[in-house]
């Protein structure tokens, strides 16, 4: 049974499931783990985050922020700002041992049980898919200047033979789902940092460690790009509203500074420190074409090895987002086992890069709106953490897939007031004091400085906080018996 009396299981205690096997296709989808079917060690979540953040998007933000006209000091000091947004990454995931569900589900209980499906339409899938369709671009780009190396030319078969096959290897991973995901991630993880330690002598030896600007950016117009490139670089921690997904299956008992540690850790050593090796790399070639720049620096030997690096840290990557956005798509309403919807996920997303790079620049289109996702993460995320906070990490997975008008996440009409009403208003906030593809009238006013971030956190998170604190408290919202009492929230000693 999973009820709240059930034994404390330690966290190395249980093996692995032969329903979780590395070698078969995941029997769940958004359904709650049962305890007995819990498993694993909070630190195998290290190796997850970690192979999915040693990759080529990395070092082109790191690259990127010597372009906006930043010292080297100041771009490593935006760098370490910026990942400390893997914390919220790492609260949300503590979610997942207590609840036995993934973020799709546990969301209910912040937007209610339609409201969620919207959520996860839109933050959940939509976007996911966008994100998939982008890194499968910029693998691709790679694959094909490989193709290319061997005596191969990238006529229009090739290039949608290499996406196909690069989809192909992406998708499998996701259909087989978590077991196999906790087992490639850790000989990723070490693969691709041998390979990245080779590009990372290769930089240091032509980095300019006193680099400055021609002319050094002052006053108002320095701290307008500060700020920027810290939103950029926070823009990886906060686009993981899902890292419940692949901490579900430990059990309740696990420790959660130990889910919240190993999950931020992973996130945000590799992306302090591949980012700061694309700003060291800028201030030596020429990082507006990072390939082409770092290759001029890399002995041609290694050329090949580290194109086939920058293709597995993207597979790694879309795998998790693949993995997550299929979920997302049974948390909609859509009944499908999780195996079809990850590949539903794909087909989308296949068939947007191809369209993108053979036929349109559809990508560019699509990058676009995807700076302003921002807007929309920061707020979600906040308020996705605020929920964890009120409740005490205190969720019931079988109360939680309750999907009736009886479930207590009905709320009203089947939508929370708090969660619908907090995330609009940090979302319009936050689209106020935007300078991106657009300037805000907050922005205008403020000489260009884009607060759309701060802004965008500090509002939803104040009003979820004032609008839900007294319901929880009171456990009007909440009828079933694990929602506002403990129904497996981990232990945090």
């Known amino acids: 049974m999973d009820g709240p009396g059930a034994l404390p299981v330690h966290a190395g205690q249980r093996k692995q499931p032969s329903s979780d096997g590395a070698g078969r296709i995941e029997a769940h989808g958004i359904d709650h783990i049962p305890d007995q079917e819990r498993h694993g060690h909070p630190r195998q979540l290290f190796s997850v985050w970690a192979a999915a953040n040693v990759n080529y998007l990395s070092l082109v933000v790191g690259g990127t922020l010597i372009l906006m006209g930043l010292t080297l000091g100041q771009a490593l000091l935006v760098i370490v700002a910026g990942n400390l947004f893997w914390l919220l990454t790492g609260l949300l995931a503590i979610s997942g041992p207590a609840a036995g569900t993934p973020s799709e589900v546990i969301t209910r209980a912040i937007y209610g049980i339609r409201g969620n499906r919207v959520n996860n339409a839109v933050v959940g899938w939509m976007i996911s898919v966008c994100y998939f369709a982008l890194n499968l671009a910029a693998a691709a780009t790679a694959a094909f200047a490989l193709v290319e190396k061997a005596g191969v030319g990238a006529t229009t078969g090739v290039k949608i033979a290499v996406v196909l096959v690069i989809a192909a290897v992406t998708l499998t991973i996701g259909v087989y789902g978590h077991g196999l995901i906790m087992k490639l991630y850790l000989p990723i993880t070490l693969a691709l940092t041998a390979v990245f330690a080779v590009v990372a002598i290769a930089v240091f030896r032509h980095t300019d460690f006193s680099y400055a600007p021609p002319t050094p950016l002052r006053g108002a117009e320095l701290w307008t790009v500060l700020v920027a490139g810290v939103t950029l670089i926070a823009s990886a921690p906060l686009s993981y509203t899902t890292s419940a997904d692949f901490a579900r299956y430990l059990p309740r008992t696990t420790s959660a500074k130990a889910v919240l540690g190993w999950t931020a850790l992973g996130g945000f050593v590799p992306g302090v420190v591949v ?192 609008l839900s604190r007294g319901r929880l408290r009171s456990g009007r919202s909440t009828s079933g018996a694990g929602a506002t009492e403990p129904g497996g929230g981990g232990t945090t000693r």
Request: aromatic share 8%; hydrophobic share 50%; charged share 10%.
């Open 275 to 466: 980012c700061s090796l694309g700003a060291c790399a800028a201030t030596a070639v020429d990082m507006g074409d990072p390939q082409s720049g770092l290759r001029t620096i890399l002995p041609g030997w290694f050329d090949p090895l580290f194109l086939l690096a920058l293709i597995l840290g993207t597979v790694a990557l879309n795998a998790l987002t693949a993995y997550s956005a299929g979920l997302a798509l049974q948390a909609v309403g859509i009944r499908i086992r999780r195996s079809l919807s990850v590949l539903a996920d794909g087909t989308a997303a296949v068939a947007l890069t191809l369209y993108a790079l053979l036929i349109s620049d559809f990508l560019d289109t699509v990058s676009n709106v995807l700076q302003l996702t921002v807007v929309l993460l920061g707020p979600a995320m906040t308020i996705y953490a605020a929920d964890i906070w009120l409740r005490r990490n205190r969720y019931d997975g079988p109360t939680l897939m309750d999907e009736t008008p009886d479930s207590p996440y009905w709320y009203t009409a089947g939508v929370s007031p708090a969660g619908a009403l907090a995330l609009t208003g940090g979302v319009t906030v936050s689209a106020l004091c935007v300078d991106t593809l657009y300037t805000g009238p907050i922005a205008s006013a403020l000489n260009g400085l884009d607060l759309a971030l701060p802004a965008g956190i500090a509002v939803s998170a104040a009003l979820y906080v004032i």
